[in-house]
C-alpha cells in the first residue's frame, strides 16, 4: 500500500515562507503527475498546485506567483514552496497523484497567523 509522508508545516506570521516535502514509499512519483490540496476548517479539499511528469507546473489563481511546485524524482519527493504566506492559506497541506489519488496521508498543518 502506497504511503505519503507530507512534512515542513508549522506556524508563520503573514508574509513568511514554508517549504512543505511530501515522499513517498511503495510507488515512484515519477510515473505520474502529483498535485498538492489543501483543506481548511469547514471547507471541501481543493487542489492548489500541480505538476506533471514532464515537470509542467499549474496554480490555482489563489497562490499563483506564490507558491512554486517542484519534485525530485531520485529522492521521490514532490515539494511546494509557499511564499508571502496569508491568513486564508491556513489549512491542512495533503499532496497525491492527480488521477486516481491514493490513500490519503496525515497532512501538514499550516497555520498563518500573527
Known amino acids: 500500500q502506497v504511503q505519503l509522508v507530507e512534512s515542513g508545516g508549522g506556524l508563520v506570521q503573514p508574509g513568511g515562507s514554508l517549504r512543505l516535502s511530501c515522499a513517498g514509499s511503495?510507488?515512484?512519483?515519477?510515473?505520474?503527475?502529483m498535485g498538492w490540496f489543501r483543506q481548511a476548517p469547514g471547507k471541501q479539499r481543493e487542489l492548489v498546485a500541480t505538476?506533471?511528469?514532464?515537470?509542467?507546473?499549474t496554480y490555482v489563481d489563489s497562490v499563483k506567483g506564490r507558491f512554486t511546485i517542484s519534485r525530485d524524482n531520485a529522492k521521490n519527493t514532490v515539494y511546494l514552496q509557499m511564499n508571502t504566506l496569508k491568513p486564508e492559506d491556513t489549512a491542512v497541506y495533503y499532496c497525491?497523484?492527480?488521477?486516481?489519488?491514493?490513500?490519503w496521508g496525515q497532512g501538514t498543518q499550516v497555520t498563518v497567523s500573527s
Open positions: 497525491n497523484r492527480i488521477s486516481r489519488p491514493w490513500d
Open positions: 511503495r510507488t515512484f512519483f515519477s510515473g505520474y503527475d
Open positions: 505538476i506533471t511528469i514532464s515537470s509542467i507546473a
